[in-house]
């Protein structure tokens, strides 16, 4: 009978978790409206909480934060949660905080579905999976002439409505894809392969320039970090080579504007944005301006632009801004902690693949939130919460083998 239970408290885990990526990817609000009464995304968060609850009354297992980097989420987001306190707008930094609650709530519940390299597999699959709608649904689109941002840049809707955070969550997904691209049969490879194609192509269409620059970096990193380095370099200079062949003139024309940063117009309004954040800063350098407050950075701007403000379109500046130098250094040490974790685990005999495509994955949201503001995305957190399964499970490991080492040399 307690077999049973467990197996039930782990399907409903896992089940939740891969419900919650599915709704990420796909936003089924918008794609299939009639499920919106049934609010699948909750129900898949509910989920995974309650396999974790029922995890720890029924076998007593712990409630996992994956080490440091969980406990400094939660000394930040308790941090965020105070600047209601000094904020410019309290209702503002409490509609952040309960935001922030959520995104804490989806970290635990994947780090405790994700307790074996076969379910953290299973859900990046997932996710790859999931890519596809929103990366066909774009290019359907876009070949239609429906929904061009500003006139030429594809998009898609719901969480991934804004081309430069599509562009951003392909590029983080590439990687996936390409991890499992190359450690799977063959028929199944091919079909991968075509996936990865298509990310791509969504990449080129937004015309993003940060998802393009992140986008190759981190399939570069990928390359480097893999073991079988020739092999992975080979394929991402396919990719290389297709982009150069098939992309569109309006991208390289988009793309070649990075070096005229002093004409463009979409790069002069990043820098008055930076310059508005940074007078907050200044005039509040400890605690900040308020948890989800940028915009109110902009009422030190002398030149009196707050009806034309900008969001804070770099993802440190956001938190530095928001919540001041200790801010930052909280929301740097998870960062850094999870980095570090995930460095170590790429040694690993059973989380080493997915340690190595995760640094990747990451180099490619630090590229592109240098230019958008990422810092409290939920696919930045979903990814952290991948992380940190694979953290806790090489951790682990490492722990069965000292015990092992220990008995033998005991015996």
């Not at 509040?284 to 009196?304: F, Q």
């Not at 995930?342 to 080493?352: E, K, N, P, V």
């Amino acid at each position: 009978m307690n077999a049973r239970r467990v197996d039930f408290v782990e399907l409903l885990s896992f089940g939740g978790a891969c419900l919650f990526v599915v709704c990420l990817y796909t936003s089924p609000a918008y794609s299939l409206p009639f499920t919106a009464p049934l609010r699948p995304a909750l129900l898949g968060a509910a989920m995974m909480l309650a396999g974790v609850v029922l995890r720890r009354v029924l076998r007593g297992t712990p409630i996992r934060l994956a080490g440091g980097t969980g406990a400094t989420m939660v000394l930040l987001f308790c941090f965020a949660g105070l600047s209601t306190l000094w904020a410019f707008e309290p209702q503002q930094a409490i509609g952040f905080f309960l935001g922030a609650v959520k995104l804490l709530l989806a970290y635990i519940g994947i780090v405790g579905a994700l307790t074996t390299p076969a379910r953290v597999r299973k859900l990046l699959f997932v996710a790859v999976l999931s890519s596809l709608v929103p990366a066909i649904g774009t290019l359907q689109r876009y070949d239609a002439g429906i929904g061009l941002v500003e006139g030429f840049r594809g998009s898609w809707i719901g969480l991934l409505a804004n081309p430069n955070h599509l562009a951003m969550v392909m590029s983080v997904t590439m990687v996936w894809t390409l991890l499992l691209a190359l450690s799977t049969k063959r028929l199944l490879r091919l079909a991968l392969f075509a996936t990865l194609g298509l990310q791509c192509a969504t990449v080129v269409v937004t015309h993003s320039r940060g998802g393009a620059l992140g986008m190759a970096m981190a399939l570069v990193a990928f390359a480097l970090l893999a073991e079988r380095k020739a092999r992975a370099l080979a394929l991402v200079g396919t990719m290389a080579a297709g982009v150069l062949l098939f992309a569109p003139k309006s991208f390289w024309q988009r793309t070649e504007t990075i070096g005229d940063y002093q004409v463009d117009a979409s790069a002069q309004d990043r820098f008055r944005s930076w310059d508005a954040g940074w007078r907050a800063f200044e005039s509040h350098p400890l605690l900040g301006i308020g948890a989800g407050g940028y915009l109110n950075a902009w009422a030190y701007e002398p030149r009196n632009l707050k009806d034309k403000a900008y969001a804070s379109h770099n993802m440190w500046m956001q938190v530095l801004v928001e919540l001041g130098a200790l801010g930052l250094l909280l929301f740097a040490t998870m960062f850094a902690l999870m980095l570090k974790g995930l460095w170590r685990a790429r040694r690993s005999d059973r989380y080493g693949w997915e340690a190595r495509a995760l640094l990747a994955s990451f180099i490619a949201l630090m590229v592109c939130g240098t230019t958008a503001g990422y810092a409290f995305d939920w696919f930045f957190y979903l990814g952290l919460g991948i992380a940190g399964a694979v953290v806790a499970g090489a951790r682990r490991e490492r722990a069965q083998e000292r015990a092992d080492g220990l008995e033998v040399a005991l015996a």
